[in-house]
């Protein structure tokens, strides 16, 4: 049985066929510019590829609430020409087959739990710090929707005195993704991030910064594993360094065996980057 699974993402499009196993068997990469433009192409793909389902994991915001006229639809997103986008409606009325479809980040973390390190679990979070900063979240087995989705990068944390950067997230005076996502750290030290690797300062604070906000997601959200991927987290020496902080802010106040052994507990994405799109197969096979 093949899948098909799109992983639709700001600035490029992974489109994959997969199977029941979560195999990827093949897979291509489409520029995302305008809905006129890339959709036809990401149709042109799967068309005549026999697949049974798709599964779509999406940037965002997006709207899950299958009461909405409006489910399927990209919303407020600041890629202008994706706002109010019906983005399952498009693929559906093409391919003619059912979509599976979920945020980018729940999409990893259904990767992670399906297939990869955080099999079995009922309780997950899966955050990515790249560009921006999006978190997933599993919660008694179910993906995390809510009243619209986590938005786990936006939550408001204190800026260090000692931070002579600035919160760069446009609605926020101090938000996590304004002081920690690749792009504050590039505007706060003047170079991009993965050539500051070798300045322990850099990640000193980027690991006080995600560390606390962990501790946030541990007492809100009670997580039986933190997995953290996204190109910031290429740099490992940070993993390290933030299980520092977060054992310190925790300050023993929550005692499971769980948080015992920390290095199992805040994890590397373990699907070499491909946690996304074997998630969005597995949304595919849950849509059938
Ligand atoms: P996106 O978030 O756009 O999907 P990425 O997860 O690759 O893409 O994130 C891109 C951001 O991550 C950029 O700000 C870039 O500077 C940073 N980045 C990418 N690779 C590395 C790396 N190896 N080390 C540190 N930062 C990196
Ligand atoms: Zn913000």
Redesign the pocket.
Known sequence: MLYGALEA???KMVCAIGDENGHIIEQVSIPTTTPDETMPRIIDYFKDKDIKAIGVACFGPINLDKKSETYGYITSTPKTAWKNFNIVGCIKDALGVPVGFDT?VNGSLLGEITYGCAKGLTDAIYL?????IGGGVMANGKLLHGMLHPELGHIIIEKRADDKGECVCPYHKACLEGLA???S??KRWGK???E??DDSKVWELEADYIGTALVNFCMTLSPQKIIL???????LQLFPLIRNVFKDKMAGYINTKTLEKLDEYIVPASLNDDQGIMGAIKLAIDAQ
């Open positions: 993402g700001g600035t980018d990515t710090i790249g560009t921006g996502a690749g792009p750290i590039e991009s991030a993965k500051l690797f991927g996204g190109g910031v987290m290429h740099q």
